[in-house]
């Protein structure tokens, strides 16, 4: 029996990006194409099969510890970006400011995905969800820079909306308006968790 299930919902690329040096400059670049490798993007800094630790696995692992790296591209929801424009006051929100790779429309509720969900596109090039993204505070100079006095709220309008971080499962290509359909796993949400996040 297989153990993801494919989904009838498909969503569309709108738009795809890739950051050449975060030491440079956290903003991506529009791209028509990416290609990908089992280590992620070809000329995306966030590539490599392994990353050092960063604080988002601090409880696991000392900061900088050598790691899989399941955070090869940032991939975001156009309808979340417009929700968090809109929370800064702004008529758009450049998906180049936050370094995206993948914007996506038409998948709802997109920064929740179970982790191991699968995005396929129409060549079969395959990222795996690892996780939801967390918003920090690296796109909000950017931001304010672009758009003069709305970068300071990035962090807090982002909260549950900055997507998800995802790895290449299958090499291939991602082309602008590719349609890209949802695959998830087929396993009910783990029962004990609120009894053991709470302590009881």
């Known amino acids: ?18 950051v050449a040096r975060r030491a440079d400059a956290l903003a991506s670049a529009p791209r028509e194409v990416l290609e990908l490798r089992f280590s992620g993007a ?6 490599g099969l392994t990353r050092p630790s960063c604080s988002r696995v601090v409880s696991q692992y000392p900061r900088g510890t050598e790691i899989r790296n399941t955070r090869q591209l940032s991939v975001v929801a156009a309808e979340e970006l417009a929700a968090v424009a809109a929370a800064l006051g702004l008529g758009r929100l450049d998906p180049a400011w936050i370094g995206a790779s993948v914007v996506i429309e038409g998948i709802p509720d997109f920064s929740h995905l179970p982790p191991s969900s699968r995005l396929q596109g129409e060549n079969g090039a395959t990222l795996t969800v690892d996780m939801q993204n967390r918003p920090c505070h690296l796109p909000a100079p950017v ?10 709220g990035f962090k807090a309008a982002a909260r549950g909306l900055r997507g998800v971080t995802a790895w290449v499962e299958r090499e291939g290509s991602l082309r602008l308006g590719e349609a890209i359909t949802l695959h998830i796993p087929d396993q009910r949400p783990w029962a004990p968790l609120a009894e053991h996040l709470s302590g009881a």
């Open 42 to 47: 070809l000329g995306e800094d966030h590539a």
């Open 143 to 152: 931001i304010e820079a672009a758009r003069p006095g709305h970068g300071k």
């Open 1 to 18: 029996m297989p153990a993801l299930l494919r989904t009838a919902i498909t969503g569309k690329i709108t738009w795809l990006g890739t």
